[in-house]
């Protein structure tokens, strides 16, 4: 009996070491398997399952604006821009979309879908709560079908959203990161890949005398931490003029600061005035 007793006394410790020799095996794994998860999402088209209530009335019309100051974001013209700019609001449809996780934030999303006589255009429009920061907007997901077709897709890997942009005639990627609470131009190296491009422009002097061609789009400045910082020149589309032209200003950590010169020439000149990616005033 004494020996039996002591057998049994062997098993049972032999049975606990071995089972906490089980369970220490089984987090170390489940550790290593949670640090190899990614977050990726590709965003390619809509899922109509996600779609929800029309908007409607005054948050419409927000959603128009918001929508209208995202694609008027690219340095290039945007396609079909006059159309989407026009009073064409009757002609919009907006409806919930669902919640997209970015980087452990949970951003809104809707679809801007507008009916043209031979057009069919719908998008995906990104919002943070965020008032009257433009860089709170970010159309990710666009499809054209018309005799001009035009497609633009996203991929999200963590907090950098990667957008490529497919038409008949061209084809472009552009980065943005979620950070502070805004979609800010990223880049993944320590120069811009391309500083110049489009068409070349005649640009005539006052004088006549020293005209001279110019790319349409040109970018000049510096980046730091993969983000614009310090003082900028950019000649970009802008709507509000229907062609490319000059725009000056400061960047801090990839949000304008302090005055921005539209240089168009009076009496189109404009300046707007931003407080850490916030627009406080126009004059």
Request: proline fraction near 2%; glycine fraction near 4%; hydrophobic fraction near 35%.
């Amino acid at each position: 009996m004494k020996y039996l007793k002591f057998s049994i006394i062997c098993s049972m410790s032999f049975f606990l070491s071995f089972c906490k020799k089980e369970n220490t095996t089984d987090f170390s794994e489940i550790k290593k398997t949670e640090k190899k998860i990614v977050q990726d999402t590709i965003i390619k088209d809509i899922n109509l399952k996600f779609i929800g209530k029309k908007i409607e009335g005054k948050e419409k019309q927000t959603l128009i604006n918001k929508y209208q100051l995202a694609i008027t974001r690219e340095v290039e013209r945007p396609v079909m821009v006059e159309s989407f700019l026009s009073n064409i609001n009757s002609l919009f449809e907006i409806s919930e979309y669902k919640t997209i996780p970015i980087n452990n934030t949970n951003v809104k999303s809707y679809i801007v879908k507008i009916q043209f006589e031979d057009a069919l255009y719908t998008s995906i429009l990104l919002l943070l709560d965020k008032e009257n920061y433009p860089y709170n907007c970010l159309v990710v997901y666009e499809n054209l079908k018309s005799a001009d077709n035009y497609n633009c897709y996203s991929k999200i890997n963590n907090n950098i959203i990667t957008i490529s942009r497919i038409d008949d005639l061209r084809k472009g990627t552009e980065k943005y990161i979620l950070k502070n609470n805004n979609f800010l131009n990223y880049y993944a190296n320590s120069k811009i890949d391309i500083p110049e491009w489009g068409h070349k422009e005649l640009i005539h002097t006052k004088d006549a005398l020293d005209s001279f061609y110019q790319y349409e789009y040109i970018l000049k400045g510096e980046i730091k931490n993969h983000l614009k910082n310090g003082e900028w020149s950019e000649k970009r589309y802008l709507p509000e003029y229907a062609r490319s032209g000059w725009v000056y200003g400061k960047y801090i950590d990839g949000l304008r600061n302090g005055e921005w010169i539209y240089n168009e020439g009076d009496p189109l000149s404009k300046t707007e005035v931003y407080d850490m990616g916030k627009l406080i005033k126009t004059y």
